[in-house]
């Protein structure tokens, strides 16, 4: 089935450092989520987004949904430990109302 | 605590073995789903149920038959399973229109041996 493009596929970064991960399609999307994974448990929704520009924070992340509406990204500021894990793009294109999803982002963390 | 409850967390089984995976939400949801996630692969779509009916199969093998017996509960049972199905199953759940996301359990960690 139809995959996001989601990049990078994996960062090492220090901790304090900021993140940037990003996300796109070849369609239109209506709706822009992004998901965390933790080792050994399920995906957990961090922010949806709805309308194109739109910008959306969740304490130290902030999301946006592209004007062209094929793109979204992620980013992180002043990571910590517990941020590392996999962080998944997902969305919805026109009246499909199945998530479509990105392959994941693996955030590590070097000590 | 995520609204989804998927049991057992882990599974360990034989290949002549017959086992089933159990998923149960409380949220008032009425579509549900079974994702596998294997190792460096994205998550792969397996079944969709909306209403208790099935609406999506991904061109899964006979070896894995879900059942829906009502909105809130689903199962995943596995016979005869090889090796290479040894991966982490999550259910999740999630208004059938609308585009809230979905909502996952913990998953079940199965190896086939």
């Known amino acids: 089935g139809q995959q996001l493009n989601q990049s990078p596929q994996s960062m090492f970064i220090q901790e304090g450092e900021d993140v940037s991960m990003n996300c796109t399609s070849s369609?239109?999307?209506?709706?822009w989520l992004w998901y965390k994974q933790d080792p050994g448990e399920g995906p957990v929704l961090l922010i949806a987004l709805y309308k194109a520009g739109e910008l959306t924070s969740n304490g130290r992340l902030t999301a946006q949904f592209g004007i062209t509406r094929k793109d979204s990204f992620l980013n992180i500021s002043a990571s910590i430990p517990s941020d590392v894990g996999i962080y998944f793009c997902a969305g919805y294109e026109g009246s499909n109302y199945q998530l479509i999803w990105g392959a994941g982002t693996k955030l590590i963390i070097k000590p | 605590e995520t609204g989804v409850t998927q049991t057992p967390r882990h599974l360990v089984m034989g290949m002549t073995n017959k086992k089933s995976l159990k998923c149960e939400q409380h949220l008032g949801h009425n579509a549900m789903y079974w994702y596998k996630q294997s190792a460096k692969k994205p998550l792969e779509l397996m079944f969709v149920?909306?209403?208790?009916?099935?609406?999506e199969n991904n061109s899964v093998p006979s070896r894995f038959s879900p059942e829906c017996p009502n909105s809130s509960h689903l199962f995943l049972h596995l016979h005869t399973l090889q090796p290479e199905d040894s991966a982490l199953y999550l259910c999740a759940s999630s208004q059938p229109t609308g585009n809230y996301g979905y909502t996952f359990g913990s998953g079940t960690r199965l190896t086939v041996v």
């Open positions: 149920y909306n209403f208790k009916e099935q609406t």
């Open positions: 369609s239109i999307f209506n709706t």
